[in-house]
């Protein structure tokens, strides 16, 4: 229980069939009795638990992802939490792949919990999977064991909390791509054709770890950092702690290398994420910009760093007109009242939130910017953010009032519309 004492749990169970529900005590089980509409499993505890009181349940279910009928978004395009991709082999040109999609709340699909994401936990997952097979999670490979029937279980253990959507579960024939940035494993998942091209794709990662630490005076708060790319996924890529999934448009062979990494953005993006979402998770979807806004404007750090000013400005305007363009131009950034969570993830909590961090950043200045992000990690870390707490962060840092800034800009939808005009004089020339 959060404060209040209580006799019932109430859990997310998407889409699954439950077998067992029971309480475990040393070594004994006792069944519990449940309700289960298919959504939710509403449990009756054996008695009423204090705030103090700890209580270990098992669960005992098969998840059924392929008959849930779910939704996603513009932005995540299904929410089915659980994906076989070429399960049989039947697929010609395709490799069999196992991923996992958590956001917005499809985690449940395929582990009870409460799927929110002001909720964050340890976690430790074994998987079984013929040996062939390599497979990857949040935190770190703990144990393999080989099988008399040809099988292996690997066991990741997270020791560090984090919230439900970012909890991850990859396999598949990969070869793996390994650096190091100050001891801790750097890796790239990529399909055996590309393992020539990880680095080329990946390789700038140490370097952006390096870069991202130094101007949020904040340390890589994890115990390592892997990208993997899946196949048929249903976003672009995912900051799941420890194990980003990227879509396998971030292939590219040396040929198209040459002109340039067209998926450098979104890694950058995708690694900034584990300050800004991992580190500290938006307290609900209202409070998304507190997640996609720093990614987002990640992108414009990273660009002025790497290849210039010019270079992050055109990406910078570019953002801004995918945004003018979206016509979003009467959603606040931080919003309370929306028909569906997944309707945040739009061109206002991504596009239009780092632009907003830019005028705050050129308003207060750069010192003062990195400053009180350090103070917000800092403050939340392992916990929940909002836009307030930047504000106060903000406050705390430059002893300047922030409230009209987020009033406006935060709290309240628009933005600045122009009109130009100007004269030519053909014979002066001017």
Do not use: C
Request: no cysteine; proline share 3%; hydrophobic share 30%.
């Amino acid at each position: 229980p959060h404060f209040y004492p209580t006799d019932s749990l109430r859990l997310d169970a998407k889409g699954m069939e439950i077998k067992e529900v029971a309480l475990v005590k040393g070594t004994s089980k006792s069944p519990l009795k449940y309700e289960y509409d298919g959504m939710q499993l509403n449990i009756k505890l054996d008695k009423t638990y204090t705030r103090d009181e700890k209580y270990t349940l098992y669960f005992d279910y098969v998840s059924k992802p392929d008959d849930l009928k779910v939704e996603g978004s513009a932005a995540i395009t299904d929410a089915k939490g659980l994906y076989f991709i070429n399960p049989k082999g039947e697929e010609k040109n395709k490799p069999t792949q196992i991923w996992t999609q958590g956001e917005t709340e499809a985690s449940s699909v395929w582990f009870i919990t409460i799927d929110k994401p002001n909720q964050k936990t340890t976690q430790e997952i074994s998987m079984t999977v013929p040996s062939k097979y390599v497979t990857l999670s949040n935190g770190l490979l703990a144990t393999q064991k080989k099988n008399t029937d040809g099988t292996r279980t690997d066991t990741w253990k997270m020791n560090q909390p984090h919230a439900p959507y970012l909890f991850f579960m990859g396999v598949g024939e990969y070869s793996v791509v390994k650096d190091m940035y100050k001891g801790k494993e750097v890796s790239y998942y990529v399909e055996k054709e590309y393992e020539p091209y990880a680095r080329g794709i990946f390789g700038n990662t140490p370097e952006m770890i390096k870069f991202f630490e130094e101007k949020l005076g904040v340390a890589y708060p994890w115990d390592k950092y892997a990208q993997i790319v899946g196949r048929d996924y249903v976003s672009g890529a995912m900051e799941n702690t420890t194990a980003t999934l990227h879509q396998e448009s971030a292939y590219q062979n040396g040929r198209e290398l040459v002109d340039g990494n067209v998926w450098e953005e979104t890694i950058a993006h995708e690694l900034f994420h584990h300050w800004f979402g991992d580190l500290v998770t938006a307290e609900s979807w209202s409070q998304l910009t507190v997640n996609e806004s720093f990614a987002n404007y990640s992108e414009y750090l990273w660009n002025e760093y790497k290849f210039g000013k010019d270079a992050a400005d055109e990406h910078h305007f570019q953002d801004m007109q995918g945004y003018l363009m979206s016509g979003s131009e009467k959603k606040n950034l931080v919003r309370h009242h929306y028909n569906n969570k997944e309707d945040m993830f739009d061109a206002v909590s991504y596009n239009k939130g780092g632009r907003i961090l830019h005028m705050v950043r050129n308003y207060v200045g750069d010192d003062a910017f990195y400053a009180s992000l350090k103070n917000y990690l800092n403050t939340n870390k392992f916990k929940t953010g909002e836009a307030e707490q930047l504000r106060l962060s903000l406050e705390e840092m430059t002893g300047k009032d922030m409230n009209w800034f987020f009033n406006q800009w935060y709290y309240s939808a628009g933005h600045p519309k122009l009109k130009i005009n100007y004269n030519y004089d053909d014979a002066a020339g001017k």
